[in-house]
């Protein structure tokens, strides 16, 4: 499986527009790359998922470079209540494996 | 989507009891149901995949003696965890896979969790 390395932590404010990228040098193939989120005490949920190119739905963007060995994810105008953590994972299997997530920290 | 439920959604109990965790999709049926432990500011680990009507896998390094996992049905796998220790004190979720849909791998709906605490 594909190792993932994701910033620790970040910080925005309401409003703006917020990029966390994900690194997966070791992107195989067949891999697809998947984005969740998690608030504090909750179960994960499912945000995007891509293979190549950009990707598109009502509550993120997603960008994957041609070769694959990066991607971003773009929330545009993040609320207060876009706070949590954010996993990128790599994967064609069943078996999630999470990385430590990125935990974005939204201020008014 | 897809939901997916817990219960309970939380437990305490006395060291040494065991504590079932009964996880269910709602609206649709999942052979394979995965169990997740998770320790405050930490991520999520895998610990077994629990398949209908068969024995789960587990992950290297979880006790299948101690963490039992039933599937007995399509829409219901049960995370029993024995003789419960301090140290299984965390929060425990499980999730359920759809079929693959055009456009889409795996796509996984996780339950609400339950935190377990033990005494």
């Known amino acids: 499986l594909a190792k993932t390395t994701q910033p620790i932590s970040m910080d925005s404010y309401e409003g703006q527009e917020v990029n966390i990228t994900c690194s997966h040098n070791n992107i195989a193939t067949n891999d697809y790359i998947t984005w969740y989120q998690q608030f504090p005490s909750q179960g994960p949920r499912f945000i995007i998922q891509?293979?190549?190119t950009k990707v598109t739905n009502e509550v993120a963007s997603l960008f994957i470079p041609a070769d694959r060995k990066s991607s971003t994810l773009s929330l545009p105008r993040v609320s207060l209540s876009d706070t949590a953590v954010y996993y990128c994972?790599?994967?064609?299997?069943?078996?999630?494996?999470f990385g430590t997530g990125t935990r974005l920290q939204v201020f008014p | 989507g897809a939901v997916v439920s817990q219960h309970p959604s939380w437990v305490i109990c006395k060291s040494g009891t065991s504590v079932k965790i009964e996880c269910r999709s709602l609206d649709f049926q999942a052979t394979t149901m995965f169990w997740y432990r998770q320790f405050p500011k930490q991520s999520l680990m895998l610990m077994a995949t629990s398949n209908e009507g068969s024995k789960a896998t587990y992950e290297q390094g979880v006790e299948k003696d101690k963490f039992l996992i039933n599937h007995a049905s399509l829409t219901l796998s049960t995370l029993t965890v024995t003789s419960a220790h301090p140290e299984d004190s965390s929060f425990y979720i499980c999730?359920?896979?759809?079929?693959?849909?055009?456009?889409?791998?795996?796509?996984?709906?996780f339950g609400p969790g339950t935190r377990l605490t033990v005494l």
């Open positions: 994972l790599v994967l064609n299997t069943d078996k999630l494996i």
């Open positions: 999730s359920a896979r759809l079929p693959n849909l055009a456009g889409k791998y795996n796509e996984q709906f």
């Open positions: 891509g293979y190549k």
